[in-house]
């Protein structure tokens, strides 16, 4: 087997069992990472460093001294600050910033041994969908549609491409309203939001901060269990961490669903949704079904208001954490002449900002004016209460969610889709993000054109134990080969 093509559970076996080294196996996904370079998923590599842990895990594996991701070759958003290292949100704006410190969720899985190969593209500061917004150009979708180019999905496309490619072991993402979900949907992966505050935000360029979750994009359930735990925990640098244990996952990996209720929300069934998705959702059900689980629909009557209320939270709350980038404190400043300070700031946010991220500190700065707040904001704050309330109800009833990820697969950039189609794409995953649910999306199935689908299991708050449960099943009963050296066509 190639080692590009190994998951983290399989690698970590034979590094154990000394049958690969950390570093050949770090080799051969730098060796991936200039060979798909094309596909544009890095801003920066990262490969230096990559070798040196993976020296110091050879070391640590020879003593018996392994970490719990001890070797383990993964790419980071470029959203984590990482000390020395640029971090960039793949925008202009941060280009040359390097940070002085080292985010929570890096540093843990630098402290558990990992080899970091790179900083991944991403939507600039993580707003849309596409991977098209990145100031460092587009991504690419391994996957391909009869030729045609197609998106990542976002923001996390850059992570996502590099997993599904084996430019990567796994990466960290991010998600605030889908950025973990959509483009592992997208890249035929396991992405994984956590609940709102099992993983620590401390040093991550904030977009929407009653939203944001760190989280792991993978190949496969168990890794994806393996990840989660390390990066988890209560964190004095992030007061929304919650003091909650953290479990071992990959325990429950495995274990019946014999008993527990899967609701199907009625209002998800739309006739947005591609028929080949509602076919594998009407068939994963069944198969719970026959694992002895029940089948239940539920409704969850404000998912209408889901991605309005999405659309007026996350840029209001953008447009305040933005609002540091002012020339001043650190990042891109105007070389152009200024007269003033008022004209300082204007220049270096016009030139510092591409236009996704203009549009949305316009309608966020917008709905926070007095004129426009309580009828906004403050309207979108009471309505996101109803939306929890949906859920705390079907919760009442049901162990799990069973939901599509996304309407559809992949598409083109030359698909001419509007942008309200793009903030379409969100419709599934804004939900449990406003809630603050664990939910994740694991590949189930090829569309027509040979293009990864996914679902999504929402669980309850803290409750991933239950969601891995089912992912599982749902993993292990649609038997998706997402095998790097394969999806490249190798
Ligand atoms: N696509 C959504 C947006 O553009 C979600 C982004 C995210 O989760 N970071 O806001």
Not at 14 to 33: C, F, G, H, P, R
């Amino acid at each position: 087997m190639k080692l590009t093509d190994l998951t983290i559970t399989q690698a970590k076996d034979l590094l154990k069992k000394k049958e690969i080294s950390a570093v050949e196996l770090t080799k051969a996904y730098i060796e991936n990472m200039s060979k798909y370079k094309s596909l544009n998923a890095f801003v920066t590599e990262t490969p230096e460093i990559a070798l040196e842990s993976a020296k110091i895990a050879d070391d640590n594996i020879a003593k018996d001294k392994a970490r719990e991701l001890e070797g383990i070759p993964l790419a980071i958003k470029d959203l984590y600050c990482t000390k020395g290292v640029r971090t960039t949100a793949s925008s202009k704006m941060l280009e040359n910033f390097v940070p002085e410190y080292e985010s929570t969720v890096s540093k843990k899985l630098l402290d558990a041994g990992i080899s970091m190969l790179g900083k991944t593209s991403m939507d600039e500061f993580a707003m849309g969908s596409t991977n098209l917004t990145s100031y460092f150009g587009e991504v690419k979708n391994p996957y391909k549609r009869n030729g045609e180019d197609l998106v990542p999905g976002g923001s996390s496309g850059g992570s996502a491409s590099a997993v599904a490619s084996g430019m990567a072991m796994a990466a960290t993402g991010s998600d605030t309203g889908g950025s973990i979900r959509q483009p592992s949907s997208f890249c035929g992966l396991v992405g994984m939001k956590p609940t709102y505050g099992r993983a620590s935000r401390y040093g991550m360029v904030a977009f929407a901060s009653s939203l944001d979750c760190p989280g792991p994009i993978t190949r496969t359930v168990a890794d994806s269990a393996l990840f989660l735990k390390v990066i988890s925990g209560l964190d004095e640098k992030d007061p929304t961490t919650a003091p909650r244990e953290v479990i071992d996952w990959t325990e429950v990996l495995g274990q019946s669903v014999k008993g527990l209720k899967v609701g199907i929300p009625a209002e998800y069934k739309s006739d947005k949704l591609n028929p080949e998705v509602q076919k594998l959702w009407d068939e994963r059900a069944e198969d719970f079904k026959k694992l002895g689980a029940e089948v239940v629909e539920i409704s969850l009557p404000h998912t209408k208001y889901s991605l309005p209320v999405y659309y007026i939270i996350a840029p209001a709350e953008a447009s305040s954490n933005l609002s540091r980038y002012d020339g001043v404190k650190y990042g891109y400043r105007t070389s152009s002449p200024f007269k003033s300070l008022d004209e300082m700031y204007e220049l270096t946010r016009t030139e510092g900002f591409g236009a996704e991220v203009k549009k949305r500190l316009l309608i966020g700065s917008t709905i926070l004016t007095e004129e426009f707040y309580e009828r906004s904001y403050l309207k979108a704050l009471k309505t996101r209460r109803l939306i929890c309330n949906d859920f705390d109800e079907a919760f009442k009833q049901v162990d799990v969610i069973l939901t599509p990820s996304t309407t559809g697969a992949a598409f083109s950039k030359n698909d001419k889709l509007s942008p309200l189609d793009i903030y379409l794409n969100d419709v599934y995953t804004v939900g449990s993000s406003l809630a603050g649910l664990p939910s994740i999306s694991i590949p189930v199935g090829k569309d027509k054109n040979g293009l990864p689908l996914g679902l999504q299991v929402i669980g309850r708050k803290f409750d991933e134990a239950t969601v891995y449960k089912f992912a599982y099943q749902i993993e292990f009963i649609s038997q998706f080969d997402n095998t790097p050296s394969k999806v490249m066509g190798e």
